[in-house]
Every structure is written in structure tokens, then in C-alpha cells.
């Protein structure tokens, strides 16, 4: 077995506060400003102070830099950053980030991060205020006295899925010592930390495509529609308006996709033409260097013939014409492995040529055929979400493990998520691990129960056969092509199955499901 690579890192966590609230409220300007946010105040910071993003989500980021001075100094100063942006917006608009951070080992996983160091800086950012930041300890022994910072004791505290205490500090810092530095005009490139390979460039065409295949289709569940009247949008279904907004986030994401990919084949073009235009010229020179010194050779072998053709000269002549001939023999033979060389240059630049020609090739079809799965992909996911829908399922692919998605779908029903609903957890099953008592063997699958106690106990006092019906349920299972799924009954089947109980359902009451249930999925898989 290979040994696991581990290194010393310091961990950012960064998470939007109400992200959710947000969405709710505009959902495509807070996605632009995230992303504004993103190129304009944070990756300028990580330039500066060597950071690397490990991965983004919907609503946060997890950042590796080299030194924990390096981490806290970025930390402060984009807090600061988002303290002047929002300086002058209302509080219910404006976007603020909680911020942890960690100092401890970690297994590296190709771009990926693994391990406690992790886990740990994710927990205190839960800790933090927004616009706050709280460290370990860790991070305040490797940069206390080292910033114009200074750092308050919160003491141990007991982080979820953390066994230890971890002793924890909350970091203040005054204004006037962090002045914000120049915004660059325009965005700027972050390290990604794979040095480029030319000689690799067309051969990873063909992986980068299929890497993004299995991308698009796990995030592309409708194909793109016409964009909706205002009318239209009023005389929708809740269930029509989720599917509206889902169909807006793919297309955004596969235009962005495609206009990458269209960069990425003008820049392997561009790329192929100079290395062709070059490998001409060398072909070019290489002949016309060849084809001077067989001219000189032919010259220089007429001289030679001539000269031994002159029979009247004195034996002096003679002894200088032999020392001369013997010199023009050297000066032939030294001529005649010049050009053996020049014609070896040649047939490399031409054997290069072909070679490059071949790749070339080799490169369009891998491309071509990557496209061909791509669209086969993108058709079988359209058919699949439209059988969902049609039977009454709401079905989203999830980001993150089975068990990791159950904890986040519950992490967001205690934090009332959405606000208004009063949802409570009643339980959640591992159906897994249920069927292993049978000697049944199965892929991790999860069952989630949760609802409003209130209006259930309402509820079955008016129609009391609506307790067969039970609480609200979401399940969470892998297939075997090791995808993670999320799926619940969608709004316009809870209201039908209201219906055959005998009771009316407000449409306002229906849009609000809709809402909830589509803000816990989207928080729990994205």
C-alpha cells in the first residue's frame, strides 16, 4: 500500500451567514455578488499571502496557506473587505461570512484535503460572529505578537463531532491598523498547485472532458428552457417555479462551462499552430543548410578533380599539391559529415512533424467522442429528472457523502432553515444498516423524518386518517456508480395527498412547502 502524504497546512474555513435568507430573497444577484466577492476581494488576498483554495461551495470556501500568519492576515483583511463593501447596504441584504481557523496535519489527496486539521477549522467557523473570526490555539501560539491582532479566550469548546475540547479564541483587531490595499482592475490567476506540462496538454484534453461529463451531468438534471413571462411566472405551481429556477442555475453553469471549453480548444489551437509554424521554419533551414553544403561539396570535388588532372608540374609543385590535396581530402570529408548532420536534423524535424500531426489527431477524436457521452449523459439525466417529477419526487444529486448530506440536511433543520415552518427532527433511520439484520446487503441509504408537531397534531384532529400518512420524509441513498442522491415528495403530491384526506390546502401554504423543502435539499447537497 502507498504511503498517505501528509503536511502541515493552515486551514481556512469560510461560510455565508443566512445564506439561505439570501437566496430566498434574489437568488441570481446573490450568486453574482458571491462571485464578485470571490474575484474582486478574496482571490487578490490569496495571491498576496500564498493561499490556495481547496474547494468552494454554494455558501463557503475551504483555503490552505503555508503559514498560520499568512491565514490570520488574510482572514482579517477580508473581513475587513466585506465590512467596507457592505458598509452602506441594509443588514437584511447585506452578505457577511463567519471565518475559522486551524493549524494541524493533513492528508493530501491530489488537489483535495483530508483529516482532523480540517474537520476542526470547519467546526469553529460555526463559532465565529459574523463578520468575525475565532482560531485555535494552535493558530495564536504561530501568530500571536507577530500581528497588530489581539485574541480573547473562549475556553474549550465542545465542537461537534470533535472528541477533544479544543481551546478556542475569538481574534479583534482595530481598522485603522488593516487598511484595505489597491484592488487590482482585473481579476487575478490563482495557483492551482499542478505545474503545466506541455507535452501533456493534448493528451489531458480527452480526461478534462470527461472529468467534465460526469460534472455537468450530476449538476445538469434539466435541459434549458425559454425564460417565463411575468404572467407566467403568477399563473405557476410552486412545483414549476422550483423547476424554473433549477433550469436557470444549469443553463448559467453549462454556458459557463462551454465558453471554458471553447477558450481551452482556442488556446490548444493557437498553441498548435506556433509550435507547427516553428517546426516548418526548422524543417525549412534544415534543407536549405543541407542543400548549401552539398553545393560547397560539389565545388570543393571539381577543385580536387581539376587539380589532379594538371600532370606538368615540377616534383616541388607536386610535394605542395600532395600536402594540398591531403588538406582538401580532411576539408571533403569534414564537409560530408556536416551534411550527414544537417540530414539527420532534417528527418528529426520531419519525424517530429508527423508525430505532432498524429497527436493532433488523436486529440480531435478523444474530443469528439467525449462530446458524443456528453450529450448521450445529458439526455439520459433529462429523462430521468422528468420520470421524477412525473411521479411525484423531487430528486437533487448531492455534493457529499450519504452520511455527510444527512448531517447537513439536519444541521439546517435545527437552525431553522427555512424560517417559518417550525420544523423538528424526529428521527432518521439507516435503512443500511437495518437491511444488514435481515442479511440483506445494501449501498448506505438513510431515512429522514421530520415535520411540524403543531400542525400534525391539527391535522389528524380534523382527518385522523392523515396520521397514515406520517411525518415528512427525505431520503438519502447511494447508487452504484457511487452517486449520492436526495430525493422527497414534492409539493404538488403533498397537497394531492392532503386532498384524499379531505382537507384544503392555501396555495400560499403549498408555495411555502415548496420553499422549505427546496432550501433544506439545496443546503444539505450543495
Known amino acids: 500500500m502507498a504511503r498517505e502524504q501528509r503536511r502541515l497546512a493552515a486551514i481556512l474555513a469560510a461560510d455565508v451567514v443566512g445564506y439561505s435568507r439570501l437566496m ?14 470571490r474575484v474582486g476581494r478574496l482571490e487578490p488576498l490569496l495571491v498576496r499571502y500564498s493561499g490556495r483554495i481547496v474547494k468552494l461551495t454554494g455558501d463557503g470556501a475551504l483555503i490552505e496557506f503555508t503559514s498560520a500568519v499568512d491565514a490570520l492576515s488574510a482572514a482579517i483583511e ?80 465542545a465542537l461537534k463531532n470533535i472528541e477533544r475540547p479544543i481551546h478556542a ?81 444549469i443553463t448559467d453553469a453549462a454556458m459557463a462551462e462551454k465558453k471554458r471549453l471553447e477558450e481551452e480548444a482556442r488556446a490548444r489551437d493557437e498553441t498548435e499552430s506556433a509550435t507547427a509554424q516553428q517546426i516548418e521554419a526548422a524543417l525549412k533551414k534544415a534543407r536549405e543548410d543541407r542543400q548549401k553544403a552539398e553545393a560547397d561539396l560539389a565545388k570543393l570535388k571539381a577543385q580536387i ?76 439525466a433529462r429523462a430521468k429528472a422528468d420520470a421524477a417529477v412525473a411521479s411525484g419526487f423531487v430528486v437533487l444529486r448531492s455534493n457529499f457523502s450519504v452520511p455527510v448530506t444527512v448531517e447537513r440536511f439536519e444541521d439546517a433543520i435545527r437552525s431553522s432553515v427555512p424560517p417559518g415552518l417550525g420544523f423538528t427532527l424526529i428521527r432518521h433511520t439507516d435503512l443500511a444498516a437495518e437491511a444488514v439484520k435481515f442479511g440483506i446487503r445494501s449501498l448506505p441509504r438513510t431515512l429522514i423524518e421530520f415535520g411540524n408537531p403543531f400542525i400534525g397534531a391539527l391535522n389528524m384532529s380534523t382527518a385522523p386518517t392523515s396520521a397514515m400518512e406520517g411525518p415528512i420524509k427525505v431520503v438519502v441513498w447511494q447508487d452504484h456508480e457511487d452517486k449520492v442522491w436526495l430525493a422527497y415528495n414534492s409539493a404538488d403530491w403533498w397537497q394531492k395527498t392532503r386532498a384524499r384526506h379531505g382537507m384544503t390546502t392555501a396555495k400560499s401554504d403549498v408555495e411555502l412547502y415548496a420553499r422549505g423543502l427546496n432550501g433544506l435539499a439545496m443546503k444539505a447537497t450543495q
Not at 430566498?24 to 466577492?37: F, K, W, Y
Not at 447596504?89 to 493533513?106: K, M, N, S, T, Y
Request: proline share 4%; aromatic share 4%.
Open 169 to 249: 479564541f475569538g481574534v479583534n483587531w482595530e481598522p485603522a491598523d488593516w487598511p484595505l490595499p489597491h484592488l487590482p482592475d482585473r481579476a487575478v490567476v490563482l495557483p492551482t498547485g499542478h505545474a503545466s506540462r506541455k507535452r501533456r496538454i493534448l493528451w489531458a484534453a480527452a480526461a478534462a472532458v470527461g472529468v467534465l461529463v460526469l460534472g455537468i451531468v450530476g449538476y445538469h438534471i434539466f435541459a434549458p428552457q425559454p425564460a417565463a413571462t411575468l404572467v407566467e411566472l403568477e399563473e405557476l405551481k410552486a412545483d414549476d417555479l422550483e423547476r424554473l429556477l433549477a433550469e436557470r442555475r
Open 305 to 380: 578533380a581539376a587539380r589532379r588532372q594538371a600532370g606538368s608540374v615540377d616534383q616541388r609543385q607536386l610535394a605542395d599539391g600532395t600536402a594540398g590535396l591531403a588538406a582538401e581530402e580532411e576539408a571533403q570529408r569534414k564537409a560530408e559529415g556536416e551534411m550527414l548532420a544537417l540530414r539527420q536534423v532534417e528527418d528529426e524535424a520531419q519525424r517530429k512533424a508527423i508525430s505532432e500531426e498524429e497527436s493532433k489527431r488523436k486529440a480531435d477524436e478523444a474530443l469528439a467522442l467525449a462530446q458524443g457521452e456528453l450529450q448521450k449523459a445529458e439526455a439520459e
Open 78 to 157: 477580508f473581513q475587513q473587505a466585506m465590512a467596507d463593501a457592505s458598509h452602506d447596504q441594509p443588514e437584511d441584504i447585506a452578505i457577511a461570512f463567519r471565518i475559522g481557523l486551524h493549524l494541524g496535519d493533513v492528508i493530501v489527496d491530489g488537489d483535495d484535503l483530508y483529516g482532523d486539521a480540517v474537520n476542526v477549522a470547519v467546526r469553529l467557523e460555526a463559532e465565529a460572529p459574523p463578520g468575525g473570526v475565532v482560531v485555535s490555539d494552535a493558530v495564536r501560539e504561530a501568530a500571536g505578537g507577530r500581528l497588530k491582532a489581539t485574541f480573547v479566550d473562549r475556553g474549550g469548546l
Open 24 to 37: 430566498g430573497r434574489n437568488e441570481s444577484g446573490t450568486v453574482a455578488r458571491l462571485r464578485d466577492l
